[in-house]
């Protein structure tokens, strides 16, 4: 019977249920809290690391000036991130970082070394704000250290033309028998496997040629390089001049000899055949259907700088095969002989068309036909596209540069520049700040 008895209570298994369900809480809280302080740290390092990256973008700003650069990633990351919460910068010489080099402050991408900024930001119980934790302190860890860098390449580049669109195929597209020659670069930002094409009997020589993608094409000289990091529009902070009213309601339609004066045109102001035009010196606001210039007219204005609104609502270029045509916001076009300069002074000097950044995208900006054109001045059409067509031609004696969205020259359209007589060079300067590490 005792035998008996004590099996009976070895296979007795009522009562275990509730240490079950307690153990089982238990390890259910242990793994919440777990997962409540990693996520918590998570978060904290993402916080460091925008601190890291944000201190080295500033720092990096002020290449070369070496001086300025610690101060200026302190200063940026202590006025944006508390360091209370998001870190200390620190600086840790003497450190090969991968293609980074402290003594020389370089980053080696393929075989060329650039300058570069490397910042170290730190949480740590040395600095009295390493990562205090919750749960973990019932196994005995009350805090954390966390660090995080970033390596910030600069690159200074140059170009007076430059397509900024970020993804487009063909953001620089020369096709046909287009010639274009270039005493200055050509930078294209998109990331497209054909970023730039090249095509048909076309050729594009420049001092230099990069884009953010690839290309397609053999007659491109130099090789472009690929990779660069794409610029940021180096207008962005131009502020589009300031107007209220219509000098001119309707649009000014052009037969005859003309003067024409500085003002707000709300309808446009439209060229026609045989007409001789002159601009007098200054600002024309280029409302309604913008400005086209054609026929057998002939051309002239300095010190002239040409503004499109956001509400231009260009003209239709027709019907190709059923398919309509995108608008048209400036257009030179047929047997046209076209000389114009930007002003030399003032807050838009250097500036000979300047497109509103808000105007829609499917705005387009055509030099076409038999147009013969000297042209003195930046492009500015950041939004919308900028081709170039047919037997349209650009005299080497004066200088352009171009900020499009996208910018094409097809058919047996030419642009040449030769700025070896020209006063100053159009080629902008531009910086490339691009987080490596």
Known sequence: MRVRSVLSFLRDQRGTTLPLAGVMVLLGIGVA???????????????VQTTADAAALAGAGQIPNIQNIREEAISLARQNLPEAENGAVV???NVTHGNWNSSTRTY??????????????????????????????VFGFDEIDIEASAIVLRRDV???????????DGALTISGNADVNLDCGALVNSNSPTAIIENGGACLTATSIATSGDYSGDCLNPTPEIGMPAITDPLADLDPPSYSGCDYAALVDVFVNTTLEPGVYCGGITIHEDAVVEFLPGMYILDGLGMQITGNTIVTGDEVTFYFPPTT???????????TQPRISLLIAGTTDVTLSAPTSGYYEGILFYQDRNIPATMKNLFTGGADMELEGLFYFPKSDVKFAGNSSVNGSAWIS?????????GTSNLYQD???VAYSPGAAFVSLHIVD
């Open 402 to 410: 171009i900020i499009a969205r996208t910018v094409e020259f097809v």
């Open 158 to 168: 140059s170009g007076c033309i430059v397509a900024l669109d970020p993804t487009a």
């Open 33 to 47: 809290s777990l997962a409540v302080d990693m996520g918590y740290l998570y978060t904290m390092r993402s916080k």
């Open 419 to 421: 700025l070896s007589e």
């Open 91 to 93: 600086t840790k010489d």
């Open 108 to 137: 080696v991408q393929g075989s060329e070394p650039y300058n570069a900024v490397r910042v170290v930001a730190q949480r740590t119980a040395a600095n009295d704000n390493a990562v205090g934790l919750f749960f973990a302190r």
């Open 313 to 323: 609502t260009g003209t239709s270029g027709g019907k190709v095969k059923g398919v």
